[in-house]
Each structure stands twice: as C-alpha cells, then as structure tokens.
C-alpha cells in the first residue's frame, strides 16, 4: 500500500535532484531542467496533499496552475538562453559573467 | 576751587585718555606729544588741587553706578575717593608729569614717536583709573590694561627681537599674576557674593578703625581655606605685577623699553600697583597669607639686591634695585604696617624715577658719543664710563641724591622710609620672637647691599677716568648736559627725593604726614630702643658700605702713602683690607655672579622651560589629535568602506554561484532553526 | 506674516531672485544679497529694540516674543495618534542675540565674499538659503520645524565649502557632512520619542512642540521619555539619560567638543573666508544654543545630573584646543583650534548652572561671533594676497602693512580676553561662575574653574607668540620681493567689514548690558526649572 | 474556503456574477493586453505610437476604475479576491507607475515596432493587481509569475548587446528557481495546513500544530520566492547585474513596480501570520527583522565602492527595501505612512532612472566618472538629481525624510510597546545606514559639481518631455516634502 510518505520522498528526491542540476549543471538548458524537476516535485506534492482535500481539490487546481505558468517560464527561458547563445556562442553559465562588480 | 572731588577725580582719569583718543585719531601729525603733556598736567593740577586735599583732610566719598545686572547680581562701576586711594593717584600724576616732560627731549626723533605718546597716555589712563575703581573688577580691568600698556610700550621699538621677546614675556608672566588676581575674585564673589570694596571692607577703607571689619566679613571665618586661598590668589597677582621672587624675571628685560618708560612704568608706578593691591584687600588676608607675603618680600628682596651687586648694565642694576625694594614693601604689607609700606612706595617712586632719569640721560649722551665717534660699545655698560661728572655735574648731583636716597642717608626721603620699614619689621619680629628676627636682619644687610651697589653704580659712572677720553679730545664737545627739557624733571625729582617733602623732621619717621595720614593700629608694642639703633646701624652700614665702594671703584685700590706714621697701621688695615677683599668683596661678587647666574638659569630658565614643556606639550597634543583623534575617524570610515568591499565578494557574476549564495543562505537559516 | 517670518524667508527671495536674474546680470547679484541682508539686519534690530526684558520665555509660551504658530501637517495616524505639526516660531532672550549677530556676521561674510568669481549665481543662492536655515534654526520652537532647518542647513554649506573651498576640500565638506548628519540622524530617533511620550493638554495629540516638551505634566506616565513611571532603559541605561546624550552628542559635534572636533579644522582650512566666518561666526553657536534650547530644558533632571561631565569636557576643549592651536604652523587652523578652546568656555559656563556661567555662556557666544569672524575675515585677507597661510613664512608685517598689523593686534588681544572687549567679560563670567557652582552646590568643582583658566593663559600665549613671530621684527617674507610688493594695506572695503566687528567687540565689552538685560529673565527661568532637580 | 458543496450551482454563478464589478479594473487590463496585441500586430506598421496611444488609455481607464474603487472593502469569487484601500492604492501606484514607465519606453526605444512591450507591460501590471489583491497562494503564485514572466521579458526584449542578453538571462533562471523553490514550500504549507489561504483560520490553525522543522522548510521556501520579487537579502544577489545590463527604462521598472505588488502581499502575509503566540509567528517576526538589517546594511555598505551609478540606484533599492521591510514589519493596520513610503520611493527612483537615462543618453555611459564636471553644463538636472539623492538619503525638506519619519514613528511606537532590543537595533541601523547612503548618494553632486572636467564630451538628447517629466517628479519630491498632508489626507481621508 503505498502511503503519502512515498510520495513525500519521491517528491524530495526529485526536488533535491532538480537543485543539484540547478547548481552543478554547466549548462543552460540544464539549469531548465532542473528547475522544470523542482517545480514537478512541487506538483507532485501538491497532488499528493490533494487527496486529503476533499472539499475543493485546491492541490489539483494548483497543481494545473503550476503546469501552465512552469511551461510559460520555461517557453521564455529557452527564447533568452537562445539570444544569449546568440551573443556569446555559448551558454555555459560560469563563462556568462559580464556583469560583475 | 569748587569742582567736587569725584567729578575732578573722574577728570583726572578721563583726561589722558581723550589725549589717548585724540592721539590716536591724529596718528602721525601729532608727535610734539603737547596733548599728553596738557592732559597730564591738568590731571596733576586736579589731582592735587580739588581731589586730594580735600578727601585727606575730609572723608572719604563715593560715587557709583549700576554697570550691568547678571541674573539677579548687578555690578556696579565707581570712584572711592579715600586716603589711599587719592594718595596714589596723587602719587601717579605727579611722578608721570616729569617723565612726560623729559620724554620730549629724550625720545625726540625717534620715528612711531606718535606711538608713543599714544601708549602714554593710555598707561597714564589705566593707572589713573586702577587707583579709584571702587569694584574688583573694575580694578581687574584696569589692572590689565594697564599691563597691555606696558606691553605696548616695552616693545616699542618692535623691530628690536629682544624688545618683541620681553613684552611677549613680561605679558605672559602678567598674565599668570592677572589669572591669580582673577581667581580671587571669583572666590571673592563665590564666598561673599560681591566685588564692591565698599561693600568689602567699608566705605573709607580699612584704615579707618571704625569700619575695619566690614559686617559681610564677619559673616564668614576669616581664617578659612577659601579665603586663604583668595588671599593667595591675590598675592600672586600682586607678585607678577611687583616682579617678586619667582616672577621678577619680567622687570630686568623690561628695560628694552625706552628709558623714560622704565622710569615711569617699571620703576615708579606699574609696578607699585601690586602693593596698592594688597593694601587694597588687605582685611582680607589672615596670619598665614601675610606669613607668605613677608617671606615672599624678604627674599626678593635680598636676592634682587645680590643679582645687583653683579651686574654692568646700569638699567639692569635700576631695575634689580626696584625688584629688591619692592620686596621691602611687600614685608612692610606683611607685618601689618602697610603705612609704612605706602610710605616707602612714595619715597621710592621719587627716587628711583630719578635715578632712572639720570640714568638715562646718561645713556643719551653715551649714545652721542658713540654716534659722533663711530665706535662700537655699549652705551649702557658700566665700564665704558667714568668720570663723568666733569662733563656734566648737574645729572650728577641728581644721581648722586637719588643713590643717598636709596642707601638710606639721613636727611633723605628713603632714610625715613626704609627705617619705618626695618624698625616696624624689628619690633613685628620682636613680638614673635625666635626665629622671626630673620626678616628685620635680612633687610638690614639687604641695605647695606643696596647702599654698596648703587654707589658703586655712581663712582663707576661719575668717577675715575672717561673710557674715550682721547676721541672727545678731539674736539668735538659731544659730551656734555642733557637738554633743559631733561635736566628740570630730574632737579624736580632731586628735590622731591629729599626730606621736607614728608615731613619736617628730618629722623622721625612717624611724624611724616603719610604715616600720621593712615595711622595704622599695629598689634605689637613699639621698640623705642629700635627707633635709635636700627637707622643709626642702619646709616652706618651705609657709609661703610660706600666707603668700600669707594676705595675700590675710585681710589682704584689703596695709594699707600710711605712716609705716614699710619704705614704700618695702615698695613695692617692693608691686610685687613685684603682679607676683607678675598672674603667679603670677592665672596660677594662670586656669590654674587653664582646666585645671578642662578636667577638665568634656573629661575628664568624655569619660565623657559615651562615655555617649551608647553610648546612641546602643545605639539603632542597636535600629534595625538591628528593621529589619533582625527585617525580613529578616518579609521572608522575605512572600516564601513571595507566591509562594503567585502559584501560585493559575493556578486562574482556567476549565475550559480548566485543561486548557491542564496540557497546556502536558505539552508543555513533552516539548520540553524532547526538545531536551536 | 509676522516680522519673524519675514526675518527668516528674506533670504530665500533673494536667493530665488538671484536665480531668476539671467548670468549677464552676475554683478548684480552680490549687491541683491548685500540688500537683503542689510534689510535683515535693520529687522533683526528693529526686534531687539522692540524686545521685551521683562519676559523669561524658554519653557512659557506667553514669555515668547513676536510668536507665530499656524498648524503645518496634521495627520491621523490610526492607533499611532494624531501627528501634530505646527510652524511654530518666537524668540526669547536666548535666542534673540544670537539672531542679531546671525544677522550681523552673514552681512560680513557677504562683505568677503566681494570678489568672488566662481560661479557667482549658485555661490550667492547658496549663501542667503544656509542664511535662512540659520535663522530658522534660532526662531523655531517646533521641533520637526527645527530638525528641517537644521538639515536644510547642512547642504548649503557641503557645496559652499566644496565647490569653493581650497585643496582637500571633497575631505572636509564630506567630513563635515558626514558629522553632523550622524549626530542629527540619532536626535530624530529622539525626536521621535519625544514625539510619542508627550502630549498637548489642548488637543490631545502628540505634538513636537518644544514648548510642550518642556513641561513635566504633559508627558504620559511610563511612556519612554516620561518622568513617571519610566520603566524604560537602553541596554540598561535610563531611557531619559540616553536622550539626552544622544540630543547632546547631536549638539557636541557643532559646538565643538574635544573629541568630536576633528571636521572643524578641515573645514575651516579648505572652507572659503565667507564659509570659515558663518562656521565660527554663527553654526558653532547652534550647538551652544541646542544644548541650552533643547538638551537642558527638556531634559531639566538629567541636565542636573550630568553637569559634572559636561563641565569636565568643557575644561578639557578649553585646555586641549588651546594646546592644540600652539602647536599650529598654519593661521587658520591655529584660529580653528582657538575656536574649539573659546566654544569650551561656553560648554563649561553652561554647566555650571549659574547665573553667571549662563549669562557668560551665552555672551562669550555672541563675543565669540564676531570675533572669530573678525580673526578669519584677517587670515582671509593675506591669503587673498598671497595665498598662504603659513606662520613661518611670515615675518615683521608691522612694517609694511601697519593698518593691518593694527587690525590683527586688536582682534587678538580682544580674543585673548583684554578687558574692555567682549571675550572678556565673557570668559570672566563663566569663570566666575564656575567658581560660583561649588557655592550654589550645583556640583561643578573649583579645580574645573582653575582648569578653564588655564586656558585664558594659553589663549594669551598663542595669539601673542603668532603675533610677535608674524608681525613684529624685522622684516623677512618667504616669498621675497614679490611678496612685498603684493602685501598691501588693508583696502576701504576690508576696513568697511572690520571695524563694526571690532566696535562692536568693544562697545560690548564696555556696555555688556546691551545682551545681559535681555538675558538674565531667560536665564533666570531655565535655572529656576532646573534647580527642583539639583 | 466560505462556501460548501452544499451550496447550489446557481448560487455560486450568482456570487461569481456578483463579484465582476470587483474585477473591472483587471478585465480592463486584460482587454488591453489584447487590444495592444492586436495594434502591435497590425495598425503598428502604420501607427507607430497607436499601440502607446491604447496602452496609455487603458492605464488612464483602470486608474478612474481604481479610484471608483477606493471606498470599497469587499471579498468576491469566493473569497479568493479581496479589495480595499491598501490595495486600491496600491494598484493605482502601480498603473501610474506603468503610465510613466511607459512613456519612458516609448521615448527611449523609438525604432523599430515594438508595440508588444506594452502588452507584456500591461501582463506585469495585472500580475501586481493580482498580488495586490488575494490572499490566496493560488492567484498569488500565478501573480509573481505573471509578474515575472513579463520582467524576463522586458529585460530580454530590448537585448541589442552581451551585457543585456546575460542579464535577461540570469533574471529569468534565477527568478525561475526562486519560483520553483517558492512553489515547492507552498505545497509543504497545503500539506501541514490544507487550505490555500494564508488568512484563513485553518491555514494558521494548521501551521499552529505543524511540525517546527518541516515548517521551517516550507516558510522559508515560501519567503525565497518573495525575496527574489523584493530582492531583499540574501536574495538580492541577481538586482545588481539585471540593473545594469538592462535597458535603463526597464531597469526604472524593474526597481519599482514589482516590489509594490510583493511588498503588499508580504504585508498582508506578516500581518496575518505574526498575530498569534506561536512559532511560524515568532519566525515570520524574527525572518523579517532580520532580513530588514541585514538588507540595510549590505545594500548600504556595497553601494560604496560602486562606480556604476545603475549598480548603486541597485545596492540603494536594496537597503530601501529593508527600510520597506521595517515599514511592513511595523504595520499595524494602518497604510498611511506604508504607502506613503512606497510612492516617496516610486517617486524618488523614477525620477533618478529618467535623469540617469537622460545623462547616459548624452554622455553614453552610466560610470559616475562620466558625470565629472557636467554640473556646470547642465545645473538644473544636477541640481534636480542632487535633489532627488538627497530625498533618497532621506533629508528634510524632501518627501524622503517624511517617509523616514513616519517609519521611524511606526516603528518606534511598536518599539514603545514591545520592550525589544532587536527593534531598537532596527532603528538605530536604520539611521545609521542612512549616514553611510550619504557616501555614495552624494558621489553624484560629488562629480558633477565638485570634480573639475574642463571639456565634457556630450551629445545633445531629443526626448525633452522625459526630462520635463523627471523635472516635474523632482518639484513633487520637494513640494511633498513640506506639504505631506496634500498626500496623507488622500490616504487617511
């Protein structure tokens, strides 16, 4: 039987992954990736919590919500990180540092 | 005539300065110096006229005004017209119209003469004007005008360093007098909450016996700490202004001032305005602080007449000579016979003017000789004269008077008053006995001392042979009387020196009209004995003493004379003699240079030193605001600037690094939470 | 519009006109600012003679003269009160002086400002703008309006000493900036505080009336600056102890005290002649004034209770600053630092909570004014010459500048306290009052006033040591013949802008009634509601 | 939630239909969003300013929309959006703001069609309005995410260089973990609390008895994503390079609206969860002291060595911010002095992006180097400018200081009530940081007028209007600062 709990630590391993991606990633695209598998485990919390919302499944609403608006984010995340490549022929985040004091 | 004594007092105060103010305004056209001379000579004809006959012979009066309210206490200005104060006005006005007279000659030429008169005037004002303040501060104001006067004029000649040197000295050392003067006023005022003398120590002074304790006095213990320390504060201001031990440094370089001005200012009148202090406030002062005073004057005294004895610059002797008989006047405050101090003050005023006048008239035609004959000495060195009283006898008869009146001699004004002082002195310590007989002694051989100096300032100068003999020779009659305009102020003087001026008998100092003027209740008996030896010891030390000097100065030596029957006796006195020279003579001269080089270096090398302690001390305290003070400031500032520096470590311009920054921050706060 | 209105915003209309008129008439604007000024002095004076003695103001609103209050911001803030600001303004016989020698020095600084070409239009706006602050800050009895001047005064003179001050003048002008906002940024913390522990009996709303805080029986019970029950304490220090430090330490800074003194001689060095003369001649006095104004009389209990360290620190300005201008090489900053050892006479004469300390205070501030004006208006006139300043390099003036040699000796002579000149009677009187405390058992020790006195002596020393190596001997200049040459005598504008200070030196110091008589009520009243605490 | 199932259909559409007027404002917006869609894409080619014209129009609309509004307190759409005069307020700051960010874009960024940036400026807008006005994580999480998906945007929409494409960039992957975090704390709280309403008694009920770590957690994650809207410390970290590398006029957007629409939410969020005795209260209070120094502190302290005056306008929002934080911290259900500091900084920082903008258009550099000298040029912008740093630094007579003032008030008096030494510390940074802004604040006046340049080089710019604009702004900075009550009274009224 699988109980909440499962869902809670998958959720966390994904989260967690999706972090390690974030920070560790030398690449863009990845940095997209990881943040997509934070929000999912978000996503999946939020479902998972849902069940215990019988009233009005705000966790499935919310969890729609969080679909839609990750995909907007992402959409334009790609869009920059193309215009960055444009200018930098690469998009390796560590090489991108202009801008620094 | 009918003018009332506080309007012509008020006048006699006002003239000199509108001569100031005038004077001032003229600038250069007004160098004849006749404003000053008007103005002095009609203060002297209303001082003496319609103010000090009519208040010694009446009582005293007063007038005053409300000057400003401060709080609820309101300070009022005045004149108190009482025998003393009268007294010394007279004093000031009389001994000031000759100088100015002698100064029309004396200083003729000289360029920033305008100056001058100017500066006169202004000491005149601020003297005349110490002598009748009826309110402390008043007196205070007047008090150190009158030195800022006498800074004025020491550095007359202010492109001389020396003169610029000693008016900046003799300021400073004023000030530390003025400081003590001002301290005892606010204690003054602290304890009896007023300043006026009137309210002090009532209305005609103390010396009326009937008001000499005031009731606001006899509220509170004369004897306490307060009040003694106010009386100390006093004597100090007096000591600076008096030039006594250790504050006399100031007087022997004073004499950078022109002549006239030593005469008038550093010999005469400035410098007795520290006495007329004290018996000012004399109630004030319990048996301690008159205990000092007496000390005090004693050693001055007899110090100053040893730094004497050494000296070749015959100002430097004058003003040595001063410094040492305003020690007498300050024992004579301190044994409670102030009379006798005023009396002193009097005859000395006269006195020593004179011998400065002379002096100085000696100095002017040893200028001109050094002019005329383009040599190169010193013209106020005693060894570059001599024998002069074949070229001009007249300054010599009045220098000659002026030395009997400070040795002492009989039928002088400084016999009369220097016994008063010593026998008041003699019997002072008699009713103390043991070791009190000290000071009477001290001063004894103190005169004799003087006796020996100034005459041998008279035979060094008037006797023996003229250094530069042969260059006069020549012709050129450049040696001879100073102009009339100088010589009738010093004849005047000569007179004034002598006994009838202060009273008819000739040896009896108490019946001298000052002494009988404020008769003094003494609280110890009368030595009849003292009355009969101490002058006659006293005139006696003198002749000796110039007896000596003469066999040394002008008989250059004992001329042995062979075919005398005395020959052998006279040898024997030879030897006599010679153990008299190694021993005394020589001794004192030694003791003499010793103790004056004592004087340069230690006491005045103490103001100096305390000059440069402070300087340098004023230099650290620099150091230390620049670097330290104003350094921790700057030092903060860079700190705040720094830690800005570090807080921008962080924005290295990676992205994963930022998001790391922030998440460990997150992460951080979350285990910190956690574990707490 | 009251006189005192107009007295303060004269100066803005002239700076706005200055800005109005186009650059080509620039040589105007020096005589629009003379105007003004001179028709601000003429105000001023008209007050003081139409002041009434009789009248003690400080904490009574009827003793106030030529009052105006019309309400400036009222604002309720829900729960937190009704916020009440008012315009409030009036003077006393604390501050009327000190508004006629504000009036009085501005007229001589734009007297040296004469030849000023630097970009003449902003240098003139700027001028008459600090003017109205200055004026502001003596007249307002609200705090918030006081604060505003107070800051507003600020900017005006970070530009004057910046943009027309000597080699370091970014230093300085930021140095001093920097200052005195970190003591004004703490007082509005109090303010503040002061703000929410007081009420106006009328309306009752907090209000920032000075007034209003003065008076024990409007603060509410246990609120952080109330008298009773005050439970409150900053890191264990009694809230009402710590506002008056802090309003102290605000105030301190401008006076100056030793140590917060260091920006004053930057300032004084880098600032233009026009900037050193308001400096000394009027913003020194702004501390002396706050201390009495607000820290004493708001602050009665603790001013009692505290007068032992602020005597203390009084001797120590006196003594260190008078040390320190021995040591100076350079004219200007000896005068600065013989400004730090004047201003502690005023500290010392404030706490010595006496008639006479008071009245010394405050007249030694007024002498002070004008003297150092006097003193910086001189250093300004060699340095116009021969643009410098140094002390060595100078030698036997007397002889080819009499005039000024004169000049110079009377201001210093007057400064050292030559009686017969104001700093005379000043300084006598906070020594005498100094003296005086142990006797009124206000708990300021005798060897304080010996210590201040000291500081006379040293006074003397320095100005007659700079004297006799400037001016007296022969004659020997650093810069040879070119300088000689350059050395001219005072000119009639210079001797235009000298003698009144010097008269009025004089004058004062001959007939002090002139500022005691309309001094002793107001005295007299702030001591009365400090004594119930002594 | 305040209905149940039980509840009828009809009633629910009845409600919904009931609640629209509410709404007007927002359906305005989103009507022009598509209206300037639609002009950019076709009347744009021919008109150029059309698309400003019906972006301008729509703001001016919703402003008169906005202040019909001001009276109403009302809940609609079931409780998931509330009105009342903070909010109203707050929104019409921010459509005033957009007006003039608008005008900005539209003087500064003539070539080409760029109709669009209207429509996303108009996105951004409703996303505030959408913060400003629930309490729901719901429509909040959509709000910063609209918000935020038009500030990548406009960051990147412009990007004609290096700098500018790496700031879009990094704004919008940090801005996306901070979401992500956000919106994973968010499920952590509908996990403990089962509701989705930070106001509503279940929530604090639920995060009453949660478990202190996983509560920990989950506010925490809650406050990065508010942090990264607010940039306050240690989430600032992104606001210095965006500053920079961004457009001016986007860098004057992004430094002022977004923050008003989350500074309102994270009010209404303190003000509910600090209410109780509890301990996610106690760490909401002690988060948002400490947040508040600390964002003082390092924003005051690293704008020092700025040579960048974008990057210093960045490091100074960043202590306003804190200063922000002590306003919302000391909010006690009164706005005035809240909002009042919110339109002083509005004001204050518009006005100083348009002067920046006009001097980088002119000298074609934001280095204050560049400013050496040029006070003399152009004495009134300096003089304005010098102005505007000395209301940033907050002195009288400027709407700066009055805002200080009021904070300060606030704050104290929370002071007065809860003996804290913490808050005490809060005010004593407060002032102080305020001396250390003068340091740099004062570089500007610094170089323009205390630097001597003999021959600044500098073009002549076209886009007076801006510059009248940002005159006109200065005169309300001063004109504000001694007048208050013109402001306050419409406030409190």
């Avoid at chain 1, 485990?41 to 608006?69: E, H």
């Avoid at chain 3, 004076?45 to 009789?54: A, G, K, S, V």
């Avoid at chain 4, 200081?401 to 808050?423: P, R, S, W």
Wanted: charged content about 10%; overall charge neutral.
């Amino acid at each position: 039987m699988i109980s909440i709990t499962h869902f809670l630590v998958v959720s966390a391993i994904i989260f967690c992954i999706g972090l390690y991606a974030v920070l560790a990633k030398r690449n863009a695209i990845m940095i997209l990736v990881g943040i997509e598998l934070m929000i999912n485990a978000a996503i999946l919390n939020f479902v998972a919590f849902s069940r215990y919302d019988k009233i009005n499944y705000g966790g499935q609403v919310f969890a729609l919500f969080a679909i839609v608006l990750a995909a907007a984010a992402v959409a334009v995340g790609l869009a920059i990180i193309l215009n960055v490549y444009k200018y930098y022929k690469t998009i390796d985040p560590s090489n991108i540092n202009e801008l620094r004091d | 005539m009918n003018i009332s004594p506080i309007v012509a007092s008020l006048l006699v105060v006002v003239l000199p300065f509108s001569a100031f103010v005038i004077q001032a305004i003229l600038g250069r056209r007004s160098v004849s110096g006749n404003v000053a001379l008007m103005a002095i000579s009609l203060s002297s004809i209303l001082s003496a006229g319609c103010v000090f006959f009519v208040v010694w012979t009446g009582e005293a009066t007063l007038e005053r005004i409300t000057w400003f309210t401060i709080g609820t206490k309101s300070f009022s200005v005045g004149i108190l017209l009482n025998k003393l104060t009268v007294f010394m006005q007279l004093l000031v006005c009389i001994i000031a119209l000759p100088v100015h007279l002698y100064s029309r000659a004396y200083m003729k030429g000289d360029d920033g003469l305008h100056r001058y008169w100017m500066y006169l005037s202004l000491f005149c004002f601020a003297m005349l004007g110490l002598t009748i303040s009826i309110n402390l501060l008043q007196l205070y104001i007047f008090w150190e005008l009158v030195g800022f006067a006498s800074y004025l004029l020491i550095g007359f000649w202010f492109t001389r360093d020396a003169a610029v040197q000693a008016n900046k000295k003799a300021f400073l050392i004023n000030r530390i007098g003025d400081l003590g003067f001002l301290i005892g006023i606010a204690l003054l005022y602290a304890q009896v909450g007023t300043l006026d003398l009137v309210e002090l120590f009532g209305k005609s002074g103390f010396f009326s016996t009937e008001t000499a304790v005031h009731d606001s006095l006899q509220l509170l213990d004369k004897n306490s700490a307060w009040i003694t320390c106010a009386g100390l504060a006093f004597l100090l201001g007096a000591m600076a202004k008096s030039a006594q031990f250790p504050l006399h440094v100031w007087l022997p370089d004073a004499m950078e001032g022109p002549t006239s001005v030593s005469s008038l200012i550093h010999a005469a009148t400035m410098v007795a305005a520290g006495i007329f202090l004290l018996c000012t406030v004399f109630p004030l002062f319990n048996e301690t602080v008159l205990l000092v005073i007496t000390g005090i004057g004693t050693i001055t005294a007899f110090s100053a007449a040893i730094f004497a004895l050494g000296q070749y610059d015959i100002k430097k002797i004058l003003a040595f000579s001063t410094i040492s008989q305003l020690g007498f006047m300050m024992v004579g405050v301190g044994i409670g016979a102030w009379d006798t101090a005023m009396l002193h003050l009097a005859t000395h005023a006269f006195f020593k003017c004179l011998l400065f006048l002379c002096a100085g008239a000696v100095i002017h035609e040893m200028s001109h000789v050094k002019a005329h004959t383009n040599l190169t000495f010193d013209p106020q060195d005693l060894r570059n004269m001599g024998g002069l009283r074949h070229y001009m006898p007249k300054t010599f008869l009045c220098m000659l008077i002026g030395a009997l009146a400070l040795s002492g001699f009989p039928l002088t004004a400084g016999y009369l008053s220097k016994d008063s002082i010593v026998v008041t002195a003699f019997e002072w310590a008699a009713s103390h006995g043991g070791s009190y007989f000290i000071i009477p002694a001290a001063l004894i051989l103190v005169s004799v001392l003087t006796a020996f100096y100034i005459g041998r300032l008279v035979f060094k100068t008037f006797f023996g042979s003229f250094s530069f003999r042969e260059h006069i020779a020549a012709g050129k009659p450049s040696l001879h009387e100073p102009p009339s305009m100088m010589l009738w102020p010093m004849l005047f003087l000569a007179a004034c020196s002598l006994f009838p001026l202060f009273g008819v008998q000739p040896l009896a100092y108490q019946q001298t009209w000052i002494i009988r003027g404020f008769h003094v209740e003494v609280d110890y008996p009368a030595q009849h004995a003292a009355h009969l030896f101490i002058p006659l010891g006293l005139t006696i030390g003198a002749i000796v003493a110039w007896t000596v000097g003469w066999q040394w100065y002008v008989k250059q030596k004992y001329p042995l004379r062979v075919d005398n029957s005395w020959v052998q006796w006279a040898n024997r006195q030879g030897y006599l003699n010679e153990l008299n020279d190694t021993l005394f003579v020589k001794g004192t001269l030694k003791l003499s240079d010793l103790l004056y080089a004592f004087d340069r270096y230690v006491v005045d090398g103490l103001t100096k030193l305390v000059t440069w302690v402070t300087q340098r001390i004023a230099v650290f305290a620099y150091w230390v605001d620049k670097h330290i003070v104003d350094g921790l400031v700057n030092l903060s500032a860079n700190t705040t600037y720094y830690i800005g520096h570090l807080a921008r470590h962080v924005q290295n311009g990676q992205l994963q690094g930022y998001m790391g920054f922030a998440l460990t921050a997150v992460i951080l706060g979350i285990l910190y939470l956690i574990i707490k | 519009m009251g006189a005192l209105s107009i007295l303060i915003f004269l100066p803005l209309f002239a700076a706005l006109l200055i800005l109005a008129l186009p650059s080509s008439l620039k040589g105007s604007y020096r005589y629009i600012a003379l105007v003004f000024t001179l028709a601000q002095l003429a105000l001023s004076l008209y007050m003081y003679q139409q002041f009434d003695p009789t009248l003690g103001g400080i904490n009574s609103i009827s003793g106030y003269q030529f009052v105006e209050q019309i309400p400036w911001i009222r604002l309720d803030l829900g729960q937190l009160g009704k916020l009440e600001i008012d315009y409030f303004v009036g003077i006393d016989g604390v501050s009327l002086p000190l508004i006629v020698l504000s009036s009085f020095v501005m007229l001589m600084s734009i007297g040296a400002s004469w030849h000023v070409e630097k970009s003449v239009k902003g240098y003139f706006a700027l001028l008459m703008v600090l003017n109205m602050a200055v004026m502001g800050i003596f007249a307002a009895l609200d705090f918030f309006l006081f604060y505003v001047f107070y800051e507003v005064m600020l900017l005006p003179l970070y530009f004057l000493i910046g943009i027309w001050g000597g080699a370091r003048r970014e230093y300085a002008a930021m140095k001093f900036f920097i200052y005195t906002l970190l003591g004004s940024v703490l007082m509005l913390l109090v303010i503040v505080g002061l703000y929410f522990s007081v009420v106006n009996p009328a309306s009752g709303a907090h209000t920032f009336n000075i007034l209003l805080m003065m008076n024990p029986s409007n603060y509410v019970d246990g609120s952080f600056f109330g008298f009773l029950g005050n439970y409150h304490e900053v890191f264990g220090v009694p809230a009402r102890l710590v506002g008056f430090i802090v309003l102290f330490f605000a105030f301190a800074i401008k006076v100056p005290i030793v140590p917060l003194h260091t920006w004053l001689p930057d300032a004084h060095v880098e600032a233009p002649t026009p900037v050193s003369i308001i400096l000394a001649g009027i913003l020194l006095k702004i501390g002396g004034y706050g201390i009495i104004r607000v820290c004493y009389s708001i602050f009665p209990d603790i001013a009692a209770d505290t007068n032992w360290w602020l005597a203390l620190i009084g001797v120590l300005s006196i003594v260190y600053g008078a040390l320190n201008a021995l040591a100076q090489k350079d004219l200007k900053r000896m005068i600065a630092y013989s400004s730090v050892s004047h201003m502690g006479f005023v500290l010392l004469g404030i706490a010595s909570l006496t008639a006479e300390g008071l009245s010394g205070a405050m007249f030694q501030m007024v002498s002070h004014g004008f003297l150092s004006a006097a003193l910086f208006f001189l250093v300004g006139v060699l340095y116009d010459r021969v643009h410098d300043r140094y002390i060595y390099n100078f030698r036997g003036l007397a002889n080819i500048m009499p005039t000024y040699t004169a000049y110079v000796a009377i201001a210093f002579f007057a400064s050292l306290g030559l009686p017969g000149f104001s700093a005379f009677i000043g300084e006598a009187f906070v020594i005498i009052g100094a003296f005086n405390a142990e006797a009124m058992l206000t708990g300021v020790p005798r060897w304080m006033a010996v210590g201040g006195s000291v500081g006379i002596l040293l006074s003397a020393a320095y100005f007659l040591w700079t004297l006799q190596r400037m001016f007296f001997g022969q004659t020997r200049l650093q810069g040879g013949e070119k300088w000689r040459l350059a050395l001219t005598d005072l000119d009639t504008r210079e001797k235009i802008v000298l003698l009144p200070a010097l008269a009025l030196a004089l004058v004062l110091g001959i007939v002090p009634s002139l500022i005691f008589d309309n001094l002793n009520a107001s005295v007299i009243q702030l001591l009365d509601t400090i004594k119930p605490y002594l | 939630m305040t209905y149940t199932v039980t509840a009828p259909i009809t009633d629910v559409l009845d409600q919904i239909m009931a609640s629209i007027p509410l709404f007007k404002p927002e359906l305005l917006l989103i009507g022009g969003f598509i209206a300037t869609i639609v002009s950019a894409l076709f009347v744009g080619k021919r008109l150029r300013n059309f698309t400003f014209a019906v972006y301008l129009l729509t703001i001016l609309i919703t402003i008169y929309f906005l202040q019909a509004q001001l009276p109403t307190v009302a809940t609609g759409f079931s409780g998931m959006w509330m009105i009342d005069p903070l909010s109203t307020y707050a929104r019409i700051i921010i459509a005033t703001g957009g007006g003039i960010i608008g005008l900005f874009i539209q003087q500064r960024h003539k070539l080409g069609n760029n109709g669009d940036v209207y429509s996303i400026l108009l996105a951004a807008i409703l996303g505030m309005n959408v913060l400003c006005n629930s309490s729901n994580w719901i429509l909040a999480f959509i709000g910063i995410e609209t918000v935020s998906i038009a500030s990548y945007v406009l960051v990147g929409y412009f990007s004609q260089n290096k700098a500018q494409a790496e700031a879009a960039m990094k704004y919008a992957l940090f801005g996306s973990v901070c979401a992500a975090v956000m919106l994973y704390g968010l499920s952590l709280i509908y996990g403990l609390t089962g509701s989705l309403d930070f106001q509503s008694p279940e929530q604090l009920q639920g995060l009453m008895v949660a478990p202190e770590p996983i509560l920990t957690i989950a506010l925490l994650f809650v406050f990065v994503g508010i942090g990264f809207k607010l940039s306050f410390v240690p989430f600032h970290v992104w606001s210095p390079d965006v500053y920079e590398g961004a457009p001016t006029a986007i860098t004057a957007f992004l430094s002022t609206i977004p923050k008003i629409g989350a500074l309102i939410l994270f009010t209404r969020l303190y003000t509910a969860w600090s209410s109780t005795a509890f301990y996610f209260s106690d760490l909401t209070t002690s988060f948002i002291l400490f947040v508040s120094i600390t964002s003082m502190l390092v924003g005051n302290l690293a704008a020092l060595r700025q040579k960048n005056i974008k990057r210093l306008m960045a490091y100074s929002s960043i202590g306003h911010t804190g200063f922000l934080l002590m306003a919302v911290f000391a909010y006690q259900a009164n706005y005035p002095y809240l909002l009042f500091y919110i339109m002083a900084y509005v004001l204050m920082n518009l006005a100083t992006f348009i002067f920046i903008d006009a001097l980088e258009e002119r000298t074609g550099s934001t280095a204050l180097s560049a400013y050496a000298g040029l006070g003399r040029k152009m004495p009134i912008l300096f003089t304005s400018l010098t102005v505007l740093a000395v209301s940033l630094v907050g002195l009288p007579p400027t709407i700066g200081f009055i805002g200080k003032l009021l904070v300060f008030t606030a704050v104290f008096d929370t002071y007065q009530m809860a003996d804290e030494g913490a808050v005490l510390f809060l005010l004593i940074v407060g002032a102080l940081t305020a001396v250390i802004s003068l340091f740099y604040y004062f570089r500007i006046p610094f170089y323009a007028f205390l630097k001597n340049n003999e021959s600044p080089d500098i073009v002549s710019s076209d886009s007076k209007i801006l510059v009248w604009l940002g005159y006109v702004l200065t005169a309300c900075v001063i004109l504000l600062g001694l007048f208050p009550s013109i402001l306050l009274n419409l406030i409190t009224s």
